[in-house]
Every structure is written in C-alpha cells, then in structure tokens.
C-alpha cells in the first residue's frame, strides 16, 4: 500500500485513516519458538485450566489467553471506541536525529494521543468489552503510577460498567491528577494497602508505612472481586490477552512502515509487564522468523531488573500468592522496587510472552538508570516537542543509545512511544532539582526474594 509520498521529501509522520486500522489483533503465541509453559495452579502445580479462572476473567479473555489461532477479530463495538484516537501516528523523529548527528532513521509509534495519554486502553476497551458482554456489572484493578486505572476507568464508563481501582500509596500521594482522572471517569479509588480487604489489612499490620506495591494492590483487587458475584478483574499488563490486544500497535506501525518505504532494523520499548513493547514487536516476529535481520530491544529501569537479573521461574503475580503460577522473569513476588519515578516499570515479573522470547534469544534485554533516561526524555522534549512519560523515557534512551552506536550506519529505529508525561510533571520537576539519583541494582533484596520463589 504505498501512497503519493512528496518527492524525495521525508515524511514527518505517516496518518491511517479509520477505515485503514486493523480489523483483526495477531496472537504470537503460535509463532513462539518453544512455545509457552502454561500456567499452573498453585496449590496443585498442574496446569491451570480456564475453569478455576472463570471467576476472576470472563471467558471471551480466557479464550484469548489460551488461543492458538494467529489471528482475532476485533469486535466492532471496540474498534468504534479505539477509533476516538486510533489509528495512532507513525512518527519520524527528524530533528532528534538531527540533534544526535545520526545517520539513523529513527520512527516513534505515538501511543500518547489516546484519552489517557498512554497505550494502555488498548487493552482496557476490549476488556471492558467482553465483561460487558458476559453480563458483569463491575471491575477491579489495581493501579502503580495511575495509567491502567486510568486507562481502565475510561473503557468501563463507556461499556456502562462501575470501577474500583486499587492505586498503590506512593502514587496515589505523589499523583492526585492521576486519581482525578479516574474520579472523572466515575471510578472510586482506593489507596494499596486499605483496610477494604483482608490481603490489605494483613500487608498493613505488618509494614504499616510501605509505600504498596503493584503486587499488593493485584492481591486487593482480585480479592474484591473473587468475593462478588457481579464483579470480576482486570489486569493491565503481562498476560497473553493484553499482549494480543497491545498487537494493534505494531500491526498499524508496519502498516505505516510500508507507506514510508521503510523497515526497521531494531524494533524497542521500554517494559513494564511488558506490553506495549510486545505489542509493537510481536507484529514483527513472523518475518524474523522468515529470516528478516531484526533485532528487539527491551529496555528497563536498573532499579526494577526482571529481565536482567531474574530468575526466568514460575512465580506468582501478586505478594498474597493469589494468582496462577506464571513462568516468567521475576525478582520474585515479595520484591517491593525502590520508589522510582517511573511508576508504571515498577513490577516484579515480566510478561511469559516476553520472557519467552528473551530466553529464545530474540529480545536483548537492556538496563538503564534513571537519570540518562530522564536526560533522553529531556532531549526529545527539546527536539521533538512532546514531553514523555517517564517510563517512556526508558525507550527513548534506548533509540538513542542505538542511534548513536554506529552513528554512520543508516538503519532504521522504531520505538514505540507508550506516553506522555503531562501527569507526570512532579517527576521532571525533581530531576530539574537534582532530587533524582540513580539506585544501585538491589542485588542482596533481590536475593532475598528469589529465595521465596515457590518450589515446583
Ligand atoms: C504502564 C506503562 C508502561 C509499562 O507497561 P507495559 O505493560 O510494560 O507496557 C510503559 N509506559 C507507559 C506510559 C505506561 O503507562
């Protein structure tokens, strides 16, 4: 699909029309070389069927998380909701190339355009979606630094479904627009730990002044909602379904590629769970696996290392051992990250698509401390003129230390721009003030907590 480019012009950003989106999200679960183990349940270590699920998940999300078919339909329903900003732009970032002095072409897919200003409705629409449909009248969720409650508040208000959103304690004091977002949407929030459930009170009994956690605040929520029959749970991150809804991305970015005459020669996100850089890579492995030259790069912070320095295990997800067991890269489900200010990295496992991939050699996997990241994000803010989130911030500096690796080599980067950081000022305004230091990988607490990993 090439269309009327302007001469030898470079294009700034390549735009799809509606009609042109994705009609169907790609499920790389069936490509994966290896395959994926699959869940287990804890309390018999065998394999965990969608049944004992049924009560947290719907099972439209069920389906799609065991599915073996490549390709899913989007239901119309949620490609009229993702159209509000969808297809998202392809953008080239000619003046940070400039900047660097980098032969380089460097491509950013804008996940920053949606509602809530990151990727994460992507996913938060179709899972609204399909509890609609199968009759649930409420969610729960937790939340670190306020995007997937946020995501998720503005897809039930649409589907016309309540929301209680568990928002761990640091953000929920250190970001209060963030929770207005959520208030706006009609959600309640919740600070993690609360008194509201018996995984909190015992988390506050013992550590009264932690700070939460993404694992304590999944533990909340699935407790809430295992104890209502109208009620079930949303997780915004690592499992296989979100990393399929997530495909939209790099399916509209190849799409944009194409139009562009281009292909990327390295493909990068920054990871949390791991979704938004799955969802922009997973589009990609088909041709890797024909043979393409394409290298993916994972980057996180260095003070939240799943990937780097976890143990690839079955773990639980949460810190009440609530969850299935999922084999993944974890710093093992007890590991609580210092206070970064990349809220949405702080987690303690890696999604079991990534993890996969990352132990097929296909990801390399990539550290960064704070600071450079804060640095990259400046830059392209002065460059680029959009101010990322921090945990954006993480890809960013990945583009560049790829761009300027070999600087002459004229390869193509695409990174996928998960956010803006327009909530997240209170962060730049610490680093400005030299508040921010980098944290020394946490090499004994990590131990410690690889230790508590279950025996299987
Ligand atoms: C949540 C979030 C992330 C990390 O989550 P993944 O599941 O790894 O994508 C990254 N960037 C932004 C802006 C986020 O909100």
Redesign the pocket.
């Known amino acids: 699909m090439r269309r009327q480019t302007t001469g030898e012009q470079a294009l700034k950003k390549i735009i799809l029309r509606d009609d042109e989106m994705p009609t169907q999200w790609y499920n790389v679960v069936p490509d994966l070389p290896g395959g994926l183990r699959p869940p287990l349940d804890p309390a018999t270590k065998e394999p965990m069927g969608p049944d004992k699920l049924a009560a947290i998940f719907p099972m439209g999300l069920l389906e799609q998380e065991m599915s073996d078919r490549r390709f899913i339909d989007i239901p119309p329903e949620v490609l009229d909701i993702l159209k509000i900003w969808r297809p998202s732009p392809l953008v080239r970032a000619t003046a940070l190339e400039q900047a660097l002095g980098t032969k380089a072409k460097i491509y950013f897919k804008n996940?920053g355009v949606s509602p809530v200003?990151?990727?994460?409705p992507n996913s938060a629409v179709a899972q609204a979606y399909y509890n609609k449909r199968e009759g649930v009248k409420r969610m729960t969720t937790e939340t670190?630094?306020g995007?997937?409650g946020s995501a998720l508040s503005l897809a039930t208000n649409k589907f016309g479904l309540e929301c209680t959103v568990y928002m761990v304690r640091i953000s929920f004091e250190q970001k209060p627009y963030r929770k207005s977002v959520m208030q706006t949407f009609g959600a309640e929030v919740i600070a993690s730990p609360s008194d509201q459930t018996a995984s909190g009170r015992a988390i506050l009994a013992s550590f009264p002044d932690t700070p939460g956690s993404l694992g304590m605040a999944i533990s909340e929520a699935i407790e809430d909602a295992a104890s209502r029959e109208d009620t079930k749970y949303g997780l915004?991150?690592?499992l296989n379904h979100?990393v399929l809804h997530?495909s939209i991305i790099g399916l509209e970015a190849k799409k944009q590629l194409a139009i562009a005459g281009d292909y990327p020669d390295v493909v990068i996100?920054?990871?949390?769970?791991?979704?938004?850089?799955a969802?922009l890579a997973v589009p990609f492995i088909p041709d890797y696996l024909d043979g393409k030259k394409i290298r993916f790069v994972g980057t996180e912070p260095s003070s939240c290392p799943s990937m780097t320095a976890g143990a690839l295990a079955y773990d639980f997800g949460d810190t009440a051992q609530t969850t299935p067991l999922l084999y993944m890269h974890t710093l093992g489900h007890d590991f609580v990250p210092p206070g970064i200010h990349a809220g949405?990295?702080r987690y303690h496992g890696m999604?079991p698509i990534v993890s996969a991939m990352i132990s097929q050699k296909i990801v390399e996997p990539l550290r960064l401390h704070q600071l450079e990241c804060f640095e990259a994000g400046v830059l392209f803010a002065r460059t680029e003129g959009i101010i990322p989130?921090p945990?954006?911030c993480h890809a960013i500096r990945g583009a560049i230390i790829e761009a300027l690796r070999e600087p002459e080599k004229p390869q193509t980067i695409l990174f996928n721009f998960?956010?803006h950081g327009l909530i997240d000022m209170a962060a730049y305004d610490r680093y400005f003030a030299g508040e921010l230091h980098d944290y020394d990988y946490p090499e004994e607490q990590i131990a410690a907590s690889l230790a508590g990993l279950p025996q299987i």
């Open positions: 996940e200003g990151s990727h994460k670190g630094a995007q997937w915004g991150s690592v979100v997530q996100g920054c990871c949390g769970g791991g979704s938004n850089f969802g949405g990295l999604a989130a945990e954006t998960s956010g």
